[in-house]
């Protein structure tokens, strides 16, 4: 069965500092993989999506960068935080031609 | 066009009752509509989908009624129970035929049912 991890859970870093959250799926190959933000009380925003190694798309532009060095791993960086990327971090994967997306933990990021 | 809007924006409701959310699109493109059940702390869980070649799909105590003449699209929970109470996000996406899924949610509807 197909898993996805993301870590860290948490995350306190203050303003300036640089960012990076990992993302891996499990038991499947070439899956689309995608990255979201959710603020607190609100929905999910699409930040970024990857249908390949090296293949990143970006919905919103933004302090962040998303990079996927390897087919099951993506990863969210910043090289400079700022207080409004407080939020919750959340990656998800799809097989491609189908219709369903599933997420991850999430990770808890809080810039102070 | 592109948004879902979702309402209400919370919901309480007793044990045993039957809570109601509803969703309403603009984009005739949409051609998948998951819902998703959120508990605090924890990432989206996909729930129960709809395609809308048909106007309802029942998965347990969970029904999703499609209305497509109206754009809309509702989630009815039968016989509810305290460990239903989460947020939940309604969604559409359509693949473009890109093999790529792009995911538009609500806003959400946080349900509380009590004891």
């Known amino acids: 069965s197909q898993t996805i991890h993301q870590w860290p859970a948490t995350l306190v870093q203050p303003v300036g500092s640089p960012l990076s959250l990992e993302c891996t799926v499990e038991?499947?190959?070439?899956?689309?993989l995608y990255w979201y933000r959710q603020a607190a009380g609100r929905g999910l925003q699409l930040l970024f999506y990857?249908?390949?190694?090296?293949?990143i798309s970006s919905e919103v532009p933004q302090n962040l960068s998303a990079s996927r060095p390897q087919d099951r791993q993506f990863i969210l960086s910043s090289k400079k935080l700022l207080l409004s990327d407080s939020g919750f971090y959340l990656c998800a994967w799809s097989v491609k031609v189908t219709y369903e997306q599933y997420f991850g933990p999430g990770t808890r990021l809080t810039v102070t | 066009q592109q948004q879902v809007k979702q309402s209400p924006q919370s919901l309480i409701v007793q044990k045993g009752g039957i809570p109601i959310i509803n969703c309403a699109y603009e984009n005739t493109a949409f051609d998948y509509f998951p819902w998703y059940q959120q508990f605090p702390g924890k990432g989206p869980a996909l729930l129960i989908a709809i395609r809308p070649d048909v106007s309802e799909k029942k998965e347990g105590r969970f029904t999703i009624s499609f209305n497509k003449s109206a754009k809309q699209f509702s989630l009815h929970i039968m016989d509810s129970q305290p460990g239903d109470s989460a947020t939940y996000f309604c969604?559409?996406?359509?693949?473009?035929?890109?093999?790529?899924?792009?995911?538009?949610f609500g806003t959400g509807t946080r349900l509380l049912v009590s004891p």
């Open positions: 038991g499947t190959s070439n899956p689309n």
């Open positions: 969604a559409a996406s359509t693949s473009q035929n890109t093999g790529f899924q792009k995911l538009v």
């Open positions: 990857s249908v390949g190694i090296g293949q």
